[in-house]
């Protein structure tokens, strides 16, 4: 499980996803991108081109063995890493938006 920088990394070889966890086709069918190397995880978009689902996964080291911590999205990878590079919502964020809310512009534009 680690590689020679001592950083962990999932070894090819092991078929820890060998079938789609949404419609089990085969592993021709996904495509697997990594999102994050850490020194002891790998996050990984995960997308299925049979049945079109996608998920985040997350594999860790966990003692002497690998734990996965799976959530289903309908983010693609280019919308993972985009929003991820995003700033926060900050409180002038929030202030902004309830003011807009409120604005006749933006009942103008529900009415229209
Ligand atoms: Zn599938």
């Known amino acids: ?11 090819e070889n092991l078929k820890i996803l060998t079938k789609c966890p949404f419609c089990s086709a085969n592993m021709e069918k996904l495509d697997v991108r990594l999102l994050q190397d850490m020194d002891d995880r790998q996050m990984v978009h995960i997308h299925c081109a049979a049945c079109l689902g996608s998920m985040i996964a997350l594999f860790l080291l966990a003692g002497p063995g690998i734990a ?5 999205t309908d983010l693609s990878f ?3 890493v985009k929003f991820n590079k995003n700033d926060k919502i900050g409180l002038d964020d929030v202030l902004k938006t309830h003011e807009f809310l409120k604005s006749p512009r933006f009942l103008r534009r ?3």
């Open 1 to 11: 499980m680690m590689d020679f920088q001592g950083k962990f990394s999932l070894p």
């Open 68 to 72: 996965s911590i799976g959530l289903v």
């Open 78 to 80: 280019d919308d993972v």
């Open 110 to 112: 529900i009415v229209d």
